[in-house]
C-alpha cells in the first residue's frame, strides 16, 4: 500500500467520516496531500492516530509531528500528507473546505 492507502486504512478503521483528500501539489511545497476528516470523540481521533502509527511502523514512511492530541483538531505530518481529524465542532469553525474550494479534491465515502 502507499502513503495515501494506509492513512486512509486508518481512518476507516475507526469510522472516521466525511472524508477529503486534497490536491496539494501545486499548491504548497511543504506536502503534497490534505487528509481531511470528521471524528465524534477525542478517543476516536486517538485510535486514528495509533491505526496510522501501526499502519507506519513496518514501512519507509514517517510521521514528522503529531500536533493536538486531546484535543478536537488533531495534525499528522506524515511528511508528504498531512492528515487532519477534527471533532464536527471544530471542523465547523475552521471551514478548512472554504479556503480549499478551488483545489482539486476526492471525496471518501466511508
Given amino acids: 500500500m502507499n502513503l495515501e492507502e494506509l492513512l486512509l486504512d486508518a481512518l476507516e478503521k475507526v469510522k472516521a467520516y466525511d472524508v477529503i483528500v486534497y490536491d496539494m501539489e501545486d499548491k504548497t511545497p511543504f506536502y503534497d496531500k490534505m487528509i481531511i476528516s470528521t471524528v ?63 483545489i482539486k479534491q476526492r471525496r471518501i465515502d466511508n
Fill in 40 to 102: 465524534d470523540s477525542v478517543r476516536q481521533s486517538d485510535s486514528v492516530v495509533s491505526y496510522i502509527e501501526d499502519n507506519l511502523e513496518n514501512t519507509d514512511y514517517t510521521i514528522r509531528s503529531i500536533e493536538g492530541k486531546g484535543s478536537g483538531w488533531v495534525l499528522v505530518d506524515c511528511n508528504s500528507i498531512i492528515v487532519s481529524i477534527f471533532s464536527k465542532e471544530m471542523r465547523e469553525h475552521y471551514s478548512l473546505e472554504k479556503l480549499y474550494m478551488d
